[in-house]
């Protein structure tokens, strides 16, 4: 079993499904695609309305059955996650020298280390925040004047 059909989507797009979509909305999507796709009621070519709907049912037998759902739900993201570590070098080593551990748990943008970019804005801030904090400090020993004052008492 493939992450993609033949013509290179996944089951889940081609129901037009979310992956968390319930078994009543894949039995919704699949009666509305088998009745636009069936060789017998399209105008499609027949081997195309033929392939497209032998897609459908398989799409459709794998995500109402739990188990198989379950197996290709497991399938697909341990496919995506390959092509994501095709993507990234993760053969990358830190300062220290010792390799960066296993990214595929930071896909989600919530748990994961922060870019070079990211650090360098962070760097930025701060070094900006000192310097204000810095400048404020220098004026108000230079010019006592300008900083708050303590309130006294009106004289009854």
């Not at 398989?58 to 188990?67: G, M, P």
Request: include cysteine; charge should be positive; hydrophobic fraction near 35%.
């Amino acid at each position: 079993m493939s992450k993609y059909t033949d013509l290179g989507v996944s089951y889940y797009s081609l129901l037009g499904l979310h992956p968390k979509a319930s078994n009543q909305q894949i039995r919704r999507a699949y009666r509305k695609l088998s009745k636009q796709y069936h060789p017998d009621t399209t105008d499609m070519p027949r081997l195309t309305a033929t392939a497209k709907f032998q897609q459908i049912n398989e799409a459709y037998a794998t995500l109402v059955d739990s188990k198989k759902r379950l197996e290709y739900d497991k399938k697909i993201k341990h496919l995506y996650l390959n092509d994501f570590e095709q993507r990234v070098n993760f053969n990358a080593h830190c300062a220290s020298g010792s390799q960066w551990r296993n990214l595929s748990s930071y896909l989600d943008n919530k748990d994961r280390p922060l870019s070079a970019g990211e650090l360098f804005v962070l760097l930025i801030m701060g070094i900006t925040l000192l310097g204000c904090l810095i400048i404020a400090i220098i004026i108000g020993l230079m010019r006592p004047e300008l900083t708050i004052q303590p309130i006294k008492p009106p004289v009854i």
